[in-house]
């Protein structure tokens, strides 16, 4: 079994039907890695707000092209 950690509050999720998985995150040097909450966090849970600045200012500077 995989231990899953909970992104809001840290603590591991120990019962699987708990377990909400909200994302994948990309990694720079390996596979990446899955983002886990309890079911009672999962809306707690805020995408990276690295990741959204720099899709956004990719989307920006792809839109200034000529």
Same mark, same amino acid.
């Given at each position: ?10 603590? *591991?999720?120990?019962d699987p $039907? ?5 994302? $994948?995150?990309? &990694?720079?040097? &390996? *596979? &990446? +890695?899955?983002?886990?909450? $309890? +079911?009672? $966090?999962? &809306?707690?849970?805020? *995408?990276?707000?690295?990741?959204? %600045? ?8 792809? +839109? %200034? %092209?000529p």
């Open positions: 079994m995989t231990l899953r950690f909970c992104r809001y509050c840290d603590e *591991p999720i120990t $039907h708990d377990a909400v998985h909200l994302w $994948h995150e990309e &990694g720079m040097s &390996g *596979p &990446g +890695r899955d983002v886990w909450a $309890h +079911r009672e $966090h999962a &809306g707690f849970v805020e *995408p990276n707000t690295v990741l959204v %600045r720099i899709l956004a200012r990719v989307l920006i500077a792809e +839109r %200034r %092209r």
